[in-house]
């Protein structure tokens, strides 16, 4: 037992030198180009290396801190059948690279970099691998999803206000837009639009022209070159309001809190310009007796900005305060209990011509917003097509529907709402509205 160890112990120790001799052979064929003389003879690597995508191109920057030595810098890539020479004059401070390498195909690379000095001694190798974007990545900027598009864009006069849609997934990614229009001046000119930003003015836009717009991507942070989707065309809309509808801001003969609904409980007030599906008509007095029963559990009127009507079974309360856009008369429509019929509104009827039609209109909901749907938008062809009122109450919502007309006809505007609950005077909707706008652009 005692022979046995004496011969594993001494042969245990060799096989370490052994591979001990083994492993620093190849720590030296790996660093034998480094190696003269028996002496290590290497320049410092680069620092901090990046590299930048662009269109068939690439900006690779780099740090040269430590080594004073090095004269140049070479970049190899392709598996070294291509590289570039940066000649380098050292300071006493940190040094930069900064090399642009034009004419790449679409791909992805990765490049070896390495420092040389004049004696040809060169540093260790630093790889970084980049993108070289080209016609494939801008061909997957398609308008239909990646552009950014004009929501609204209203021409009046030389001013043209337009908004650009929400941005989405996608469109978040981009840089900002570009926006041409003809000037009043017969040149072309550019608006840029930052990611940031939704709404714009134009003040020196020729009537009648039309807006192209794009928008512009980076493929990568930092990347040395934008990328376009193709361009939109976008043709202005024009307020034509006053051409088609009567009484748009319901600004005619709008009453007053003291001449309305004195002593009265429901009422059906005339609005100039716009017929009403239960007729204006006697009202229902406070002692119940129902003079015209049609109107029974109905209020609908002109009123004023931030005016009290309640003399009588809280009809419409306190009326908001005035809007930003002016004018001091909006419509109101109350109905409770479910009354026959249960739809209340107000209409107006409009012939238009050809053309694509933007319907703006403001409205706002006090008191609950529960128990009845909004009758709010057009009819054309015997199809209604409303837009829901705010849940929030109190808060004014902006409405917007878009519709074509292909042939000459009849569009009906309405405003108000349906009930759909049996619910009293206290617990139903008062709804008010105003500020019709109606929008026209060639088709």
């Not at 001990?20 to 660093?31: A, F, P, R, V």
């Not at 016609?135 to 999803?145: F, K, P, V």
């Not at 409009?350 to 209109?361: C, N, S």
């Given at each position: 037992m005692n022979k046995i160890e004496k011969y594993i112990f001494p042969s245990i120790i060799l096989l370490l030198i052994t591979a001990?001799?083994?492993?620093?052979?190849?720590?030296?064929?790996?660093?034998k180009d480094f190696i003269k003389d028996g002496e290590v003879s290497y320049t410092g690597k680069i620092d901090s290396l990046h590299v930048y995508g662009g269109r068939n191109r690439v900006n690779i920057k780099g740090l040269i801190i430590s080594d004073p030595k090095v004269s140049e810098v070479r970049v190899f890539w392709n598996t070294h059948k291509d590289s570039v020479v940066v000649p380098i004059t050292r300071t006493s401070g940190i040094d930069e690279l900064d090399v642009v390498i034009n004419d790449l195909d679409e791909n992805i690379y990765n490049f070896e970099v390495r420092t040389y000095d004049k004696l040809g001694n060169k540093s260790v190798p630093v790889y970084v691998i980049g993108n070289?974007?080209?016609?494939?990545?801008?061909?997957?900027?398609?308008?239909?999803?990646?552009?950014?598009?004009?929501?609204?864009?209203?021409?009046?006069g030389v001013n043209l206000d337009g908004n650009l849609a929400a941005l989405n997934d996608l469109t978040a990614k981009s840089s900002y837009s570009i926006l041409k229009y003809t000037a009043t001046d017969d040149s072309e000119k550019e608006l840029i639009m930052p990611i940031?930003?939704?709404?714009?003015?134009?003040?020196?836009?020729?009537?009648?022209?039309?807006?192209?717009?794009?928008?512009?991507?980076?493929?990568?942070?930092?990347?040395?070159?934008?990328?376009?989707t193709p361009e939109s065309l976008f043709a202005p809309q024009v307020d034509v309001t006053s051409l088609y509808v009567v009484n748009a801001g319901f600004e005619t003969n709008p009453l007053g809190p003291t001449a309305a609904f004195v002593g009265v409980v429901d009422g059906i007030y005339a609005v100039p310009g716009w017929s009403t599906n239960t007729p204006p008509?006697?009202?229902?007095?406070?002692?119940?007796?129902?003079?015209?029963?049609?109107?029974?559990?109905k209020k609908l009127a002109p009123v004023l900005y931030n005016s009290t009507y309640n003399t009588a079974g809280n009809?419409?309360?306190t009326t908001p305060q005035i809007t930003q856009t002016g004018g001091s008369g909006l419509l109101a429509v109350k109905e409770h209990w479910l009354p026959s019929p249960v739809e209340l509104y107000a209409q107006q009827v409009?012939?238009?011509?050809?053309?694509?039609?933007?319907?703006?209109?403001n409205s706002l909901v006090s008191q609950t917003a529960t128990g009845a749907s909004s009758l709010m938008g057009y009819e054309m062809d015997g199809l209604p097509i409303y837009d829901s009122y705010s849940t929030a109450l109190n808060v004014w919502k902006t409405h917007s529907l878009v519709f074509t007309v292909t042939t000459p006809k009849s569009v009906?505007?309405?405003?108000?709402?349906?009930?759909?609950?049996?619910?009293?005077?206290?617990?139903?909707?008062?709804?008010?509205?105003?500020n019709i706008i109606l929008l026209r652009s060639d088709l």
């Open positions: 001990g001799l083994w492993s620093c052979s190849s720590i030296d064929d790996t660093y070289v974007y080209g016609e494939r990545y801008e061909a997957s900027l398609t308008a239909a999803i990646m552009n950014r598009n004009i929501a609204v864009g209203i021409n009046s940031n930003q939704s709404d714009f003015k134009i003040s020196d836009f020729k009537a009648g022209t039309n807006v192209k717009y794009k928008t512009v991507y980076l493929p990568e942070e930092g990347a040395i070159d934008s990328f376009f008509g006697t009202n229902l007095t406070t002692n119940g007796v129902a003079s015209n029963k049609p109107i029974e559990y009809v419409f309360g409009i012939t238009l011509p050809i053309g694509k039609y933007t319907l703006v209109w009906i505007i309405r405003m108000g709402y349906k009930k759909t609950a049996n619910a009293g005077g206290g617990g139903s909707p008062i709804l008010f509205m105003d």
